[in-house]
């Protein structure tokens, strides 16, 4: 890796502080958690596969499925092939879903299976169901690929199309690294920090794991209920989120009276 952190991309910075926290928690949703050492690990796994299907620089993975664990998985195995994730939302009619494959042309999506179904006709996808890994294990990957440097895509997201057709946002790792560097520079994360993440999820989910902090995803069905978010941080003992001004005014309303001491962990 580069001597300075800003040219790193993003997976290495990921990777060193795996090294330094194998066996702290790192990401953790309502029906599971992993910690540092098994997150790289799997994400390594398919990594090799991603590369075996000629995965590089520049070259896109589609994501497609609901906010959860395989997610952060499945977007740090593109980085660690050497390419770069293309966020796919499951709220895209057929239509939209089907306009931004045919624009984005990802090598491959990764999807669960009932959710797999939707994809276009043709393209190509591997579904992280249970039992994804001993699939893998058993197959060949490739060790070798070419390392991405600062100006080379990071992830690919698209715009909502409201004023015609959606086009496509190309990120470079230099934008989240010298980010994220920045803002640790301002506000720092830590071991036992509990960063809850839902609503700008694709920029959230790796902050935390560069600095030994943990990424708790918020399920898409509890974003939309302010009660069950502020179960949710109280429950989870979060020590921060970042939410909308209106949803944060719902949470503090659905709170009511004692909501500081119901959420006495956020910072």
Known sequence: MSTNPQDAPLHRLFEEQARRSPHAPAVVDTRGALTYG?????AELLAGHLRSLG???????????ERCV????ACLAALKAGGAFLTLELAYPASLLGEVVADARPRVVLAHSHYAERLPRGQARFCLDEGWEEVLAEAPGSELGAEPGPENLVFVSYSSGTTGKPKGIANPHRAPVRSYLWRFGVSDYGPGDRVACNVFFIWEMFRPLLRGGATYVIPDDVIYDPEAVVRFLGDYRITEVLMTPSLLGAVLNAGGPEVGKRLSALR
């Open 55 to 65: 995965v590089g620089p520049d070259e896109l993975v589609g994501v497609y499925m």
């Open 70 to 73: 395989e997610y952060v998985v």
């Open 38 to 42: 098994e997150l790289d690990r799997r």
